[in-house]
């Protein structure tokens, strides 16, 4: 493909995504999503921004070491400091790119930065050529560029690639822009910038009035070849651009895209169910290609046009994006030759056989309870085994609950805590809160429960229960989750998983806001 016709896809689920409140990864989660993202093909993954703590350091750094096919991405501000620490944390990348920006709108220059527009653009080319030092690969974006005056953005994206920036990204932060104007926006850049060709146009659009995707489509039929999202549209506020509908649109449309993208969608599900079982953010049944019903047909007429011919209602074959009907693929019986085998058909690899043999373990326990195994509980069953760290000070030990008619439900609890174990009881207004006040009694976490909430992974009362708990602790908050039949003891596991998070305190700088 030329630079004409290949549309470059850059995820940004684990730094924008992240950005979401309650959305933030461990190094561990951003090292399983990335590796995702990579059997994806997806280009460019921009995996955090690395002078904001020393947790998004490491996990810039272990997907870096981790991702081998694709280009790996780290954020900076067009500070010193920024980009160098995104040049170290990027060392070990196959091919990395440092992503630089300043905002250069009038607004944010004059509220929030407090910088005359000269100094913006010096800036903005003291960071590119600085980036310059680590790689060859270097993106530069005038933050909140929907809201930016076109001469001033004109000069500083002239400006920025002569510096070196290969790729110039506009984003529209703030979601403002309509898809006419924002893709006359891109035409017009291209048109006028003298240099344009030397570098990649590229959109990074926000979805504050649900127009993210068609803002960055319009921006593709108007010239711009590389376009920033995010899986299940995860992002600040109303989220980015849902990386799944770009890709299926310019695939659905290849009648009017003049363009394409390398993936193999078949792995979007996949990449969609790892984001929201690790962040907690359920996607909603209606949501395009993703969601539960997206390609049901619930009525007579839909469902009798559908089975006379499958172009009558549906657009795109679910399959096409990795949908499965819910299939037994696996039972009691199963050898560990035929696990091994099924979970690479799900593109799931194991570093170590220790891992695979704990996980195989989890199967086998799994299968004694449920005897008709989904590839969705292989998938629940894998992220569980990820969950359980070596570093984790708190295990579940045995967990009774008593729940009856007319009684208050009770719990007691076994933990193993920094090496003893320890026993708790608790009473409750269910069996849920009684467990969950028998952890409080042994550990007086001091946080406070944002979030709790429970999805089944497959149909049938015998599912396994999905659990995902938010907690917050002075002002971090992080996720927790759990599966199990007994949803009660998936509840106690997932909380479990989420006071083992916030222990490890960390301070974390956002992106967009300290003055530069
Ligand atoms: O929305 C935005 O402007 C951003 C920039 C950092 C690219 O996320
Ligand atoms: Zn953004």
């Not at 990579?38 to 991702?67: L, T, W």
């Not at 195989?360 to 629940?380: G, N, T, W």
């Not at 759990?482 to 949803?487: L, P, V, Y």
């Not at 009660?488 to 916030?502: F, G, M």
């Amino acid at each position: 493909m030329s630079i004409n016709d290949k549309l470059i896809i850059f995820d940004t689920t684990l730094r924008d995504g992240e950005q979401s409140p309650g959305a933030s990864m461990t190094r561990d989660e951003k090292v399983r999503i990335s590796r995702a993202l990579e059997r994806m093909r997806v280009d460019v993954i921009e995996a955090g921004f690395p002078i904001a703590s020393p947790g998004d350091f490491e996990a810039v750094q272990a997907v870096a070491r981790a991702v081998r096919e694709s280009t790996v991405c780290g954020l900076a501000r067009t500070l010193d400091g920024d980009i160098d620490r995104a040049g170290e944390a990027l060392k070990p990348a196959a091919s990395a790119r440092i992503h630089t920006f300043i905002a250069t709108s009038p607004v944010h220059m004059k509220k929030k930065l407090r910088m005359e527009p000269e100094q913006v653009l010096e800036q903005a080319v003291h960071a590119v050529k600085r980036a310059g030092r680590y790689t060859d690969d270097i993106e530069f974006s005038p933050e909140d560029a929907g809201r930016s005056e076109f001469d001033f953005l004109c000069r500083v994206i002239e400006a920025v690639i002569d510096a070196g920036a290969t790729t110039v990204n506009l984003p529209a932060t703030v979601g403002y822009n309509l898809p006419h104007q924002f893709g006359e926006l891109i035409r017009r850049l291209i048109e006028h910038v003298p240099n344009s060709d030397k570098a990649i146009f590229s959109v990074h659009c926000h979805n504050d009035l649900g127009l993210a995707v068609g803002n960055s489509l319009s921006a593709v039929l108007n010239g711009a070849r590389q376009v920033e999202c995010t899986i299940n549209g995860l992002g600040e506020r109303a989220g980015n651009a849902a990386l799944e509908e770009i890709i299926m649109t310019v695939q659905t449309r290849q009648d009017i895209f003049p363009c394409q993208t390398g993936l193999d969608a078949t792995q979007i599900m996949t990449c969609s169910r790892l984001v929201s079982g690790i962040t907690g953010f359920a996607v909603q049944p209606n949501k395009a290609i993703v969601g539960a019903n997206a390609f049901a047909h619930e009525s007579g007429i839909h469902q009798d046009g559908v089975l006379k011919s499958r172009e009558t209602y549906e657009i795109m074959r679910a399959q096409d994006v990795g949908w499965t009907a819910n299939r037994i693929v696996l039972g009691k019986h199963s050898g560990r030759n035929a696990f091994r085998s099924r979970l690479k058909e799900l593109g799931i690899e194991y570093g170590s056989e220790e891992d695979l043999n704990d996980a195989f373990s989890r199967f086998k326990e799994l299968a004694d309870k449920k005897h008709e195994i989904f590839d969705e509980d292989i998938q629940a069953l894998v992220t569980e085994s990820g969950l359980e760290s070596k570093d984790d000070w708190l295990k579940l030990v045995s967990l009774k609950v008593c729940s009856e008619t007319g009684e208050t439900p009770h719990a007691s609890i076994m933990l193993w805590m920094d090496g003893t174990e320890k026993q708790a009881e608790c009473s409750g207004s269910g069996p849920v809160d009684a467990a969950f006040r028998a952890i409080e009694e042994l550990v007086n976490s001091g946080t406070e429960l944002q979030l709790y909430s429970v999805n089944n992974i497959t149909s049938g009362t015998d599912s396994q229960g999905e659990v995902t708990v938010r907690l917050q602790k002075g002002g971090r908050i992080v996720n927790g989750h759990g599966a199990d039949t007994d949803i009660v003891i998936a509840s106690a596991k997932s909380y479990i998983n989420a006071i083992n998070k916030i222990i490890k305190p960390e301070s974390r700088a956002h992106p967009q806001m300290g003055d530069v």
